[in-house]
């Protein structure tokens, strides 16, 4: 199926095109000169810039619906729950999961990962059982289920990533067993681009009996994302990447799993009854969501959503592509630099290394340009050992960012280069 075009011009003249700049005209922080310079915003891996949209929603929360929610008989507090519920409809929507029982608002992926660990993990894993994650995970993805694993005796085993980033399929079916009870994967990795066949790995783990979470950090933003298609057991975002505000985020569970989960944080909401002798739990999903959540991050989340859905994901992701494309051609022309990650399927991150300047001082030296990338590990120190580097630089695109942004990313690493004598 072919997306509609919203940003024709962006691909023929390799320019912002009207449409492109209607959109950046939402995104107030792009207007802001940095050090006398343009903005050119290229970390959106690390988080993504908020839109007018979101940041009024919260503002309007904050001046005309403020109240606690589910506890309040006054009309306040009931129309502030009915914001919080509408927001879980969006998120519902988004993802297209089959009842609104079936999301936990979290802090964001960090949270929702731990959640599963702790409460999912904790009652289901014994001795002997194996937690299968991906070579490719973020820390988040990682340290949770170390942590559960000298809880429960289970044993942490990791699925190898191919000298292009892709995930070594397999070694996946021979790494698949019997004992294996879960499967973590990134849906698209943080550190290389790669968009992993996750639909595809969810139908072998389940095919041994093995329960599935897929983290979507980064794929919510840039392309659909269908859990029912998907068929996993949990899926997990941050609101953060995708317009949204920080501090909120979602957990999806299948109903029939999150029903029988023991909550892990106790405290009031989460609760049916109480007494000194015994209490006795709320059903999902407020059993997960124990004390005042964030309600202003579920309102700003839900205007989040509503534009990237006003926008159109296909649009989006179309438009991504063409800037990785461009990306990817005008780097790889730049003498010494290394792109890692060369998957056939990625999404809009360019992961990469420049001769042999240490990528913190190439992100120093972009940042005097205005050129806002990332630099390190990513949180992702495995994927970096087994690519021998201790970092990469990563550019990361957004569906406000132009050619230009691109061209003035190469202009800025062509400079430092002469700036170190190198290229
Ligand atoms: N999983 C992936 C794939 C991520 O990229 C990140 C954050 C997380 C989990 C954690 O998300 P959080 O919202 O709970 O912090 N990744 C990055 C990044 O690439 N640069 O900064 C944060």
Redo the contacts with the bound molecule.
Sequence with gaps: MTAPDLFPATSAAGNAAPDLDRYRADFPILHRPLKGKRLVYL?N???TQKPNAVIQAEADYYAQSNANIHRGVHWLSQHSTDLYEQGRERVRGFLNARRPEEIVFT???????NLVAYSWGRSHLKPGDEILISGM?????IVPWQLICEQTGAQLKVIPVTDSGELDLAAYRTLLGPKTRLVGL??????LGTVNPVQEMTELAHAVGATVLI????AVAHHEVDVQALNCDFY?F?G??LYGP?GI?ALYARYDILKDMPPWQGGGDMIHTVSFERSTYADVPQRFEAGTPNIAGVIGLDAAIAYVQQVGLNAIARHEDRLLEHATRELQALPGLRILGTASHKAGIVSFVLDDIHPHDLGTILDTEGVAI?AGH???MPLMTRFGVPGTA?A?FALYNTHEDIDALVAALKKAQKLFGVG
Excluded: P
């Design positions: 970390d891996g690390a988080t802090r964001g992926t960090t949270e929702a990962i995970e973020h820390h988040s993805n990134v849906h698209v990795s943080n550190a983290d979507g950090a980064q997990v941050s953060h990447k920080t985020g990332r990513h949180c992702a990563r990361s």
